[in-house]
């Protein structure tokens, strides 16, 4: 009995790790933080990085790999310079694990 329990509660814990690991999979993907900001900014999901664009919450590296220039979003950059312009920040982090030709700005 002692040894079915063992395995049930093991067979739990491997079901929702599996489901946590395929949730932040989804998000990553593009699929929005699932908050929307039509009247307030993203505020939970923006300590997970996340910004608004086009009233919902999306991960900021997806906003950054589908913008098509820099001014796509205030917070968009490819150098220091940029944040500066902008006056959203000085700094231009790139996104390090993703293959985005733009950056975020940042006051550091």
Not at 43 to 61: F, I
Not at 68 to 85: A, G, M, R
Request: glycine share 6%; charged share 20%; proline share 3%.
């Amino acid at each position: 009995l002692n040894q079915n329990m063992a395995f049930a509660r093991l067979a739990v814990i491997f079901f929702l790790a599996a489901s946590v690991m395929f949730t932040v999979k989804e998000t990553e993907a593009g699929i929005p933080c699932g908050e929307s900001c039509v009247f307030i900014p993203c505020t939970v999901t923006a300590l997970l990085g996340c910004s608004c664009k086009d009233k919902v919450c999306y991960k900021n590296h997806v906003i950054a790999a589908e913008a098509n220039t820099v001014n796509d979003h205030h917070l968009l950059c490819q150098s220091h310079e940029d944040c500066f312009k902008k006056g959203t920040g000085n700094f231009c982090a790139p996104f390090l694990k993703h293959d985005v030709k733009y950056g975020w700005c940042f006051r550091a």
